[in-house]
């Protein structure tokens, strides 16, 4: 839950007034904005060539933006919308998250955060067209890249691959968010917004170690796809050999320059994924990545023939519960034109909003022109697109000298380049943008330390106890993605073992150390119901060793790990076979030497009792007994009860 903090009222009406000048700068715009108007719900009929995607035959230009609509609230997406759209976008992407609209095997939920076609129809109803990436593999640092826990267990599934079950369970789902679009007449022949649609996703990472069954595989999908007849084009995004008719599409920073260009001589240039940042791991510092750099690479994509660009994302939101995958934070993109919150962050939004503007000033020279280059030195450029015998010119100057500014001669006049930049010439002459340049101002997002939420208020702990003796036993400690099945983060593993007293050291001795090596992704350990300590691995490496020294007693001990996870991975070949949990646990420095007590017999629980009895609820709260304190050891949970509802502005 996301409080709002009185800086923050003050900043939205800072923005306001900015984006007050700005739409009405839209308005004049959006009179020659395209006839075929989005919104309109009259069929539109969509086909591409080698130049563009065309809409009811007319070619189009498209700045699009990907906002997920499982990663912000509902209640927020007709304002994250609006603020697209007056950034200059025409289209937006979403993925499909088919793990939070199938959770259980048969039961679907497309309704509240998962309401895929209220999403679609805010789209169309904010003037943009939509891009929708059904996968059902999305990867996008989602928990298990969208595929559900039960997939897993489906016998002999292999996933991604030329596999019957997974073909089977791939296509069953997919027809599914095909049909649910066309019941809601979503596709722009039916009069909706959605004008392409995209099948699996980045499989050339992964293809060849699948070798033979995952160039099949390939080919199943183009065909399961193109089977669906939704009558608008399908794309392949990180697909070199995809199948006609589906479109290859780049993912990248810098498309303009690494994209080896569509398979085929009748499909258009479009990247997919021209990443605003980088998405965080726990232990990441911010992201960075430039207005300047992004306003650069975008034009320079137009300019080579580029004509759909997809920023990725343009606003990440927030990874709710336990739906980010390995490692990755909760907070998602923060760095993108709107932030995790929605709000406005300049100079991104603006100057992108710019480079949009200047672009589509030469929309006409684009598709009515043809281009050629123009050396104007080692490192410049000029990308010309020209219709000979008339007026019709635009043209692209490129400095991509890094370190030094250049003055490049074009057509008789001087134009100061500053180092790695474009300018775009509308019309050959006029110097409306140049992307080192930022006109837009800046602006600054300040936390403020809330008053009301840090009165004196009288919190109360309730510290996780160690369960005894749960049952479910078996030799040896269970993989912890099995165990948990996607349920819990959480998984207690519980041995005992008697010691004798020849067996510890005298008093003042060294202690025996407890050794527990894990597969990932983290533990707290205790024994004898204290907790001992706690160990993690990260997102590049995610197995880890845990080792403390423990006092035990004569007699019996219990030895109790709280296995934990951070997220399924989202990534790779062979998705289905990861394992985590902890994989040998021995004793060192006993009397009697090392005791590997891995096939000691474990009792297992899934889960955490503030979990299971929901204590973060009115209703589960006082399920148990919480006590008043300060800082406590192992998980604890905190809570405070406000003893009126404060007015936080
Ligand atoms: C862009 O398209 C033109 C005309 O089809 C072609 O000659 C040119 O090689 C293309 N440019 C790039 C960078 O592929
Ligand atoms: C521009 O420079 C970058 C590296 O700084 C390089 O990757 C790219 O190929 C260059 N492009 C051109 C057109 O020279
Ligand atoms: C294909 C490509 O350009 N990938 C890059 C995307 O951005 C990340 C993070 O900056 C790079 O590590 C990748 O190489």
Not at 130 to 148: K, S
Not at 163 to 178: A, Q, S
């Amino acid at each position: 839950m996301v409080q709002v903090e009185p800086g923050r009222i003050l900043l939205i009406a800072f923005l306001s007034t900015l984006l007050i000048t700005s739409s009405i700068a839209q308005k004049e715009e959006e009179e020659e904005v395209d006839p075929n108007s989005p919104e309109s719900t009259t069929p539109k009929e969509v086909t591409y060539d080698s130049r563009s995607l065309l809409v009811n035959g007319k070619r189009m230009l498209f700045f699009s933006g990907s906002i997920h609509y499982p990663r912000s609230p509902p209640d927020t997406w007709p304002d994250l919308l609006r603020k697209a759209k007056m950034g200059g976008l025409n289209m937006v992407e979403t993925y499909v998250f088919w793990n939070v609209h199938e959770p259980v095997q048969g039961k679907y939920n497309f309704e509240g955060d998962y309401d895929l076609v209220k999403f679609i129809k805010l789209i169309q109803q904010h003037k943009m067209f939509a891009m929708l990436r059904v996968g059902p593999f999305i990867q996008g640092e989602w928990n298990h890249g969208g595929l559900p826990y039960w997939l897993r267990e489906v016998p002999n599934i292999i996933f991604r691959c030329d596999n019957e079950p997974f073909k089977m369970h791939m296509k069953k789902f997919v027809t599914l968010v095909i049909e649910k679009m066309k019941q809601a007449k979503l596709f722009a022949p039916q009069g909706g917004p959605i004008i392409v649609s995209q099948i699996e996703n980045e499989y050339n990472t992964i293809q060849l170690a699948f070798k033979e069954r995952g160039d099949s595989y390939v080919q199943w999908a183009a065909k399961m796809a193109l089977s669906l007849d939704t009558k608008v084009p399908w794309i392949m995004c990180k697909q070199k050999d995809a199948p006609d008719p589906i479109i290859n599409t780049c993912n990248g920073r810098h498309c303009g320059d690494t994209f080896t260009g569509p398979n085929g001589p009748n499909k258009p240039f479009l990247w997919t994924e021209n990443w605003t940042a980088q998405f965080r791991v726990f232990g990441d510092p911010p992201s960075q990545r430039s207005a300047e750099d992004l306003a650069f690479s975008i034009i320079r994509f137009c300019s080579k023939n580029g004509t759909l660009v997809n920023y990725y994302m343009y606003h990440g939101g927030t990874n709710f519960g336990r739906t980010s995958s390995s490692y990755t934070t909760t907070r998602y993109y923060d760095e993108a034109p709107l932030d995790e919150f929605g709000l406005i962050r300049q100079p991104k939004w603006g100057h992108l909003k710019d480079a949009h503007r200047a672009v589509n000033l030469c929309k006409r020279a684009l598709f009515s022109g043809s281009p050629f280059v123009q050396k104007l030195g080692p490192d410049q450029e000029a990308r010309v697109w020209e219709q000979p015998g008339t007026s019709l010119c635009s043209a692209f100057l490129t400095n991509n000298d890094t370190k030094k500014p250049q003055a490049l001669r074009f057509r008789g006049q001087d134009y100061q380049l500053p180092p790695r930049s474009i300018s775009i010439l509308p019309d050959c002459k006029t110097e409306v943008f140049n992307s080192q340049m930022i006109t837009t101002h800046h602006n600054s997002r300040n936390f403020v330390r809330s008053v009301a939420a840090n009165k004196n208020f009288n919190w109360e702990m309730y510290r996780e106890v160690v369960p005894d003796d749960p049952g479910n036993k078996l030799n040896e400690p269970r993989e912890l993605y099995e165990l948990t099945k996607d349920t819990s983060d959480y998984a207690w593993y519980i041995t005992k073992l008697d010691l004798g007293r020849r067996d510890l050291p005298m008093k003042n001795e060294i202690l025996p150390v407890l050794r527990v090596a894990s597969l990932g992704h983290g533990l707290h350990c205790y024994v004898n119901g204290k907790y001992i300590g706690t160990a993690h691995g990260s997102k590049v490496e995610k197995s880890f060793v845990f080792q403390k020294p423990v006092e035990f007693q004569a007699g019996s001990n219990q030895i109790a790990l709280l296995g934990f996870l951070v997220g399924l991975p989202d990534s790779g070949a062979y998705m289905e076979k990861r394992y985590a949990g902890p994989r040998s646990i021995t004793i060192l420095g006993l009397n009697t030497g090392t005791l590997d007590i891995t096939l000691n017999t474990w009792s297992h629980q899934v889960g955490l009792d503030g979990e299971k009895n929901q204590i973060y609820t009115q209703n589960g709260f006082p399920k148990v007994q919480w006590v008043k304190g300060g800082p406590s050891e192992g998980v604890t949970w905190y809570k405070v009860i406000p003893l009126q509802h404060y007015n936080f502005f």
